[in-house]
């Protein structure tokens, strides 16, 4: 398959950008991107897997993207002498841009659709203001490794799905519904299902035997977390997260708006694709037939949403960049497909399908916009539930690394920028397995008769007996101004102005961790 020269200028039109779009977002990255960040660094220096520096933890939801990260991190500290893993996080983003832009060459010509397709595809999914409200997360990875999987069903190349099927599992667990989708949709893949499955084995069954024997525990202990913090959430959830950063006095209306309005018109073009699909009174032509494993991707998208729906999670912003990518992806190559139909027919000038993918580009282009409106640099996300912004924090993990001299601080709820900056013993149920072994015991004890059984298989590598540190000092947060010693004032679009006080302990054990209303 040759790569022609705009197939070039495509990825690296696409890694420039993502480039200045890291460079706009850097100093804005959320609290639970610098978790990621903290895993990263502690591998790339220690090969330590753990948020904090001397306490293995489970909590890397995407051990892939960790990896990545890490190795990242790892080269810039042999070139600079600085294991600086946001920098670190940019490089990453570049890369997985260019791999997806890559893919979308690869989708196009296996669709035979215009150049301009893949250019509005990869348009819609890296303006999107949620996703890059989360830039240090797998939002890139997640997308990427999806389009790759749909143009290794689109060639039919059973061994390269496998493979990035596998990765996507590493590289998000809850991805996984995605695959048997896009699977069944690519008669090359369904006829190959058994080196599919080897492959997929081969490629994440390694890590989760390790994370199962080393981590005590194959998924990680976020699962359990998240599904006992959803009380923080009040009234939202997963299903209804979008009218919350809509409403209120922190609402982004316009940005959420623009950020789901692609979604939507994939939606709708996924219905529409299925009923022309099976309906008998019109002709469905080869064109049509071929976007199958694309339907696949549109339609896990909506598998994704239902089911996270159903099992309501908080509304934390990145989990709609999957079913958002997914559809706003579909919607690219159904209107793709659409301009290359009418343009095959004599005497047509396409000109409804080339004023529909105006409008969309017009979508992509509103959601640019708004991502610039926002500042440049960002000094905060468009959407974020953080209690401070990453300057805050990082002022303050300075200054804690200074103040504690080695000892042991619980913190409040938001852990990761504070334990990046402060590089020092900062605990809860995210970096303490004693804190999160607590959790888990009583997830285990009060389970079902059902799935008893599958957590204590879950969870049989894991010492159960662990308990929770001794602590010198502890953080808490207040709304409203504050100051004095060991006192940081901070402000976030989310919660205001409030301030941050260090309080000392002496030896107290940690007490369970304050959840803070959202």
């Known amino acids: 398959m040759t790569t022609s020269r705009r197939d070039v200028a495509l990825v690296a039109g696409t890694g420039l950008t993502t480039a200045l779009i890291f460079l706009l977002v850097r100093h804005s990255l959320v609290d639970d991107a610098y978790i990621t960040l903290s895993y990263a660094r502690n591998v790339a220096q220690h090969l330590h897997w753990g948020l904090i520096p001397h306490q293995v933890a489970n909590t890397a939801t995407s051990p892939l993207n960790v990896v990545l990260l890490a190795v990242t991190t790892a080269a810039i500290r042999i070139v600079t002498g600085h294991a600086d893993a946001v920098w670190a996080a940019g490089v990453v983003s570049v890369g997985l841009a260019m791999l997806m832009a890559w893919c979308w060459t690869r989708v196009a010509r296996a669709l035979r659709l215009p150049f301009a397709a893949a250019v509005l595809g990869l348009a819609l999914v890296l303006a999107n203001p949620f996703l890059l409200s989360a830039i240090g997360l797998e939002v890139l990875l997640g997308p990427a490794l999806l389009v790759a999987m749909l143009a290794a069903a689109l060639e039919g190349r059973v061994g390269w799905f496998g493979i990035a099927a596998g990765l996507t599992l590493l590289a998000r667990l809850d991805l996984a519904m995605f695959i048997p989708l896009i699977a069944v949709a690519s008669p090359a893949i369904r006829a190959g ?3 599919l499955l080897a492959t997929l084995a081969a490629v994440a069954g390694p890590w989760f035997v390790f994370s199962w024997v080393y981590l005590g525990s194959v998924v990680p202990d976020t699962l359990v977390i998240r599904t006992l913090q959803r009380h923080i959430w009040g009234k939202w959830d997963f299903f209804n997260g979008p009218v919350m950063y809509a409403s209120g006095a922190a609402g982004r209306p316009n940005a959420v708006a623009l950020a789901f309005a692609p979604a939507v ?6 219905v529409g694709w299925s009923v022309l699909r099976r309906s008998s009174r019109w002709r469905v032509s080869d064109s049509m037939r071929r976007l199958g494993p694309a339907a696949g991707l549109g339609a896990g998208g909506v598998a994704y949403y239902l089911a996270l729906s159903a099992i309501r999670p908080g509304p934390y912003h990145w989990y709609y960049v999957p079913p958002a990518a997914a559809l706003s992806i579909f919607l690219a190559l159904a209107l793709g497909t659409w301009v290359s139909e009418e343009r095959a027919r004599p005497g047509r000038r396409a000109v409804a399908p080339v004023l529909a993918c ?11 916009v708004r991502d610039v409106k926002q500042g440049v640099p960002w000094r905060s996300p468009i959407f974020s539930t953080n209690f401070a912004t990453a300057s805050d924090y990082g002022r303050i993990g300075r200054a804690l690394r200074a103040r504690v001299a080695g000892a042991t601080v619980a913190s409040y709820g938001e852990i990761g920028t504070l334990a990046y900056y402060c590089e020092c013993e ?5 970096s303490h397995r004693g804190e999160a072994v607590q959790l888990i015991n009583h997830e285990v004890d009060t389970a079902s008769p059902l799935v008893e059984p599958i957590l204590r298989l879950n969870y049989a590598w894991l010492d159960r007996d662990q308990k929770p540190p001794r602590l010198g000092y502890a953080l808490a947060y207040r709304h409203g101004p504050g100051s004095g010693p060991d006192v940081w004032q901070v402000h976030s679009r989310w919660t205001g102005v409030g301030h941050v006080r260090l309080i000392r302990l002496r030896g107290s054990p940690l007490a369970p961790v304050p959840e803070l209303s959202h």
């Open 193 to 195: 299902w058994r080196r």
């Open 265 to 270: 018109l994939g939606l709708v073009a996924l």
């Open 358 to 368: 105006g409008v969309v580009a017009l979508l992509a282009l509103g959601n640019a």
């Open 426 to 430: 900062i605990v809860d149920v995210y």
